[in-house]
């Protein structure tokens, strides 16, 4: 929106809403548009993951049709990626010393 559009169209919400409701028409709106932005942005955030995690699927998969031999500098980089994660929820749910002992 240009400014002369801007100007307008607060121009038609002070005939319409009145002085006093004006800025509180004005907060609502502003509270709408971070709420619809917010929601926007998780949902670019878990679509980016999903995509790499589907392009980490995808490495693994050429990775082990290769045998695991002459790969690609991408495909190290994923198949290790996938081993830390791997290891880190090995490591999450691994019982320890502590919660064994009655």
């Known amino acids: 929106m240009g400014m002369w559009e801007l100007v307008v169209v607060l121009i038609v919400g002070l005939i319409v809403l009145g002085p006093e ?3 509180v028409a004005i907060r609502t709106v502003a509270r709408w548009i971070k709420t619809v ?3 926007t942005n998780s949902v ?3 679509v980016s ?3 790499r995690v589907h392009e980490l699927h995808n490495n693994l998969k050429k990775a082990e049709q290769m045998g695991m031999q002459d790969l690609a500098p991408e495909l190290k980089q994923s198949v290790q990626e996938l081993r830390d994660a791997a290891e880190s929820v090995k490591h ?3 019982p320890t010393d502590n919660n064994n002992k009655n």
């Open 44 to 46: 670019k955030a878990e």
């Open 49 to 51: 993951e999903e995509l």
């Open 21 to 23: 409701r004006l800025p």
């Open 37 to 39: 932005k917010s929601f």
């Open 92 to 94: 999450s749910f691994k």
